[in-house]
């Protein structure tokens, strides 16, 4: 005899799904949801019937230096539009990833790729009578996975290369403090999202390290006893001196930049 009716799984598109973010959230939602990983161009017209219940749309160019500003524009801002029409036709949520490079350090953003953002932002905020949108602010994310963004991968990542192979960490000189968050936390406030009302959230820590304090934090976790090397910022005028997210949507962290370096480390170096 049959006691209960089993649940249906909601079924959910994801953009960007085999990139950094994107893969750690497919691992934590591939056993509770069906999923679809798309891996075409997002720029071009999704050739595929929308029956899903929700979009997260992670796809993007993220290089603050990519040098061809129109192409910045192009790919970002036209990527989302067909995303959005996308998810129009079936009413879906649409969960997509901002940046808190929009922030730049007096309001306005210090490089394309934050202009790209601060735009989609904008059209965003123009559709929320027809669809529930939700924009993540991503500050600056770490954590496992993130390797294949190479010169884009955070210090976090680009420090603990550098420890391991025995070579001295680079440190800009000056004072930079930045809103360093775990991947586990962002893929937390990912599912997060799936009950939010329309609107733009914040996701970091909440608070803002100094990028010494940040390093020091490293070598320590590493057990080294290197020493860094201060050079020259080569991007002063373009590079955010102070970023520190804003959770009074009521997000908490599990992990501070201590917990979360810590579990990193012990995750991906056996």
């Known amino acids: 005899m049959q006691c209960h009716k089993s649940m249906k799984k909601k079924k959910i598109w994801i953009s960007g799904g085999f990139g950094f973010v994107g893969s750690n959230l497919v691992e934590a939602l591939q056993d509770d949801y069906e999923l679809t990983v798309y891996d ?13 219940d929700i979009i997260y749309h992670l796809a993007a160019n993220t290089d603050t230096t990519f040098p061809d500003n129109v192409e910045m524009y192009r790919n970002n801002i036209l990527g989302f539009l067909e995303v959005l029409r996308f998810a129009l036709q079936n009413k879906s949520k649409l969960i997509y990833a901002s940046s808190g490079a929009v922030y730049g350090n007096n309001g306005l953003p210090l490089n394309i790729y934050g202009d790209s953002k601060r735009i989609i932002d904008e059209i965003a905020e123009e559709f929320y009578t027809k669809l529930n949108i939700i924009g993540l602010r991503f500050f600056n994310v770490y954590g496992t996975g993130e390797l294949g963004k190479e010169k884009m991968a955070s210090m976090i990542t680009q420090w603990k290369e550098q420890v391991l192979d025995e070579k001295k960490p680079i440190i800009f000189k000056g004072e930079f403090k930045r809103d360093f968050v775990y991947i586990k936390d962002v893929i937390k406030a990912l599912k997060q999202a799936m009950r939010l009302k329309s609107g733009i959230y914040d996701v970091g820590t909440g608070k803002a390290t100094d990028f010494r304090e940040v390093l020091e934090i490293v ?10 090397k201060f050079v020259k910022n080569p991007y002063l005028g373009k590079y955010q001196t102070f970023t520190k997210a804003n959770l009074d949507w009521g997000f908490e962290p ?17």
């Open 219 to 228: 070598i320590k976790t590493l057990n080294s006893k290197v020493k860094p």
């Open 40 to 52: 075409g161009d997002v720029t071009q017209k999704i050739g595929i019937k929308n029956n899903f």
């Open 254 to 270: 599990d992990y501070n930049i201590k917990s979360g370096i810590k579990d990193y480390f012990e995750t991906c170096i056996q």
